[in-house]
């Protein structure tokens, strides 16, 4: 297993779509600082307050459809240059290369959480440093990484449905911006323990003043059934043949169609 992480990791440093998540990461910074300029009023541009904002438009547009993008390409991949052939000749499962594969994702996430804290910092001491502190930045560091993992383990059945067929990241994308964006309007509110993108933040303590009541314990029990589902979805992953074998067919009745 651990040889196949290290070989993600090693193969991702050739692939030109981490740069979207390094944009969505930026975004979601960028676009916090205008939401907390732009609505102030007269009170102070704090640094608690931009990078609670941060993390809001973390949970709620970038990391849920940036960690399944990102997810889901890595692992189409080897479906469109036809190297799980040579891979599952090794042997290796499909099952155990989906298994490494969400693994690296986590990876990711973790380094693209760590890009985010460091804009949050640097933007924040450059507009937002009112009130800023050794504790509050660290404080910032840890929410940010966590809700962006939480969000991680949240997609995780998408990536994994959708990465057992071919071509098909790109629907469960959309799905994951929807589930994202939906968030808004469960957060803050008695569903915001009950909803995976969201569940995070009562864990964390995030608070961004609206004086919400969490029930960490239902969120924690939220995610979990979330991991029990991934591991369901990946127990049940058919095998390499059966999955190119599908997509044979359905490349062969697209031409058949083209030809009428």
């Known amino acids: 297993m651990l040889d196949i992480i290290t070989t993600e990791f090693q193969k991702i440093k050739r692939y030109n779509i981490l740069w979207v998540g390094v944009v969505a990461v930026l975004f979601s910074a960028l676009l916090a600082v205008f939401q907390i300029v ?29 960690i399944t993008l990102i997810g889901g390409y890595l692992i189409n991949r080897e479906y469109t240059e036809q190297t799980l052939k040579n891979i599952l000749t090794v042997p290796i499962s499909l099952r155990k290369l989906l298994v490494g594969k969400l693994i690296a994702v986590g990876g990711i996430t973790v380094l693209l959480s760590l890009f985010s804290f460091l804009c949050t910092f640097i933007l924040g001491l450059l507009f ?35 990465g057992r067929k071919q071509n098909a990241f790109l629907t469960g994308v959309g799905i994951a911006f929807v589930y994202g964006f939906c ?29 919400t009541v969490y029930q960490p314990l239902i969120g924690a029990m939220t995610l979990i059934v979330i991991l029990i589902l991934t591991t369901i979805l990946l127990v049940f992953t058919p095998n390499y043949d059966k999955v190119m074998t599908i997509s044979k067919k359905k490349g062969t009745k697209h031409k058949k169609y083209s030809h009428k």
């Open 183 to 211: 968030g808004v309007f469960v957060a803050g509110r008695n569903l915001t323990d009950f909803y995976p993108i969201t569940a995070g933040l009562g864990l964390v303590g995030y608070n961004n003043g609206a004086g």
């Open 38 to 66: 732009s609505s102030h009023g007269s009170d102070p541009l704090t640094y608690e307050s931009f990078a609670n904002g941060v993390i809001w438009n973390n949970f709620s547009l970038s990391f849920p459809f940036g």
């Open 128 to 162: 937002c440093n009112i009130n800023i502190s050794v504790t509050l930045v660290v404080k910032s560091l840890v929410q940010i990484l966590s809700v962006n993992l939480y969000c991680y383990v949240a997609v995780l059945p998408i990536i994994a449905y959708f």
